[in-house]
């Protein structure tokens, strides 16, 4: 196990009375470097960086960032959400660096869908079920990673596989 030890601590918005997030800080007692090209390439970082070795994620409205000797995630509910979010990333690191013989590591992004490439792929019928006012506003929040595919209730399952798929190999910008 690459991952063993790690200390949150919770970073409150002091400076914005009234903030309705926070944000926390697992200081890691192992060095993940080694992991993080492979991370990449496994759950589709958003940003990655060779030097210093950093890679981000940006899912359901939060940068869930991993560095050599630290996790952060900003945007969090409180600190139950905090240690459940960088539990999860510890399992994905120890998981990916237990598979890295089948992963290829990069440090780059791959090219991501563009908003059309989505939209084309859900069925604009924008029945407003997932919660947003059209098919288009959904495509985009997908890019925010704000929605997910599974809030669309009208997919095919051929399209919520690529979708899915998508999703999971991508964070879009
Ligand atoms: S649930 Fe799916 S089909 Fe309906 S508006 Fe949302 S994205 Fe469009």
């Given at each position: 196990m690459l991952l063993q030890t790690f200390h949150l601590t919770i970073v409150n918005n002091?400076?914005?009375?009234?903030?309705?997030s926070v944000n926390c800080i697992a200081n890691l007692e192992q060095d993940v470097s080694c992991v993080i090209p492979y991370l990449n390439s496994a759950l589709g970082g958003s940003q990655c960086t060779q030097e210093p070795p950093s890679v981000t994620f940006k899912t359901e409205g939060k940068l869930i960032s991993v560095q050599a000797n630290c996790i952060t995630v900003n945007g969090i509910k409180d600190e139950k959400q905090a240690q459940l979010i960088v539990e999860w990333m510890v399992r994905e690191i120890n998981e990916t660096w237990d598979n890295r013989a089948a992963i290829t590591p990069h440090y780059q992004q791959p090219e991501r869908p563009s908003i059309a490439d989505l939209l084309r792929l859900l069925?604009?019928?924008?029945?407003?079920?997932?919660?947003?006012?059209t098919c288009m506003v959904f495509a985009v929040r997908l890019t925010e990673g704000a929605?997910?595919?599974?809030?669309?209730?009208?997919?095919t399952d051929d399209d919520r596989y690529t979708l899915e798929t998508y999703h999971s190999s991508f964070s879009w910008d």
């Open positions: 002091h400076c914005m009375p009234g903030a309705q069925p604009q019928t924008n029945c407003r079920e997932c919660g947003e006012p929605k997910t595919p599974a809030q669309c209730t009208q997919l």
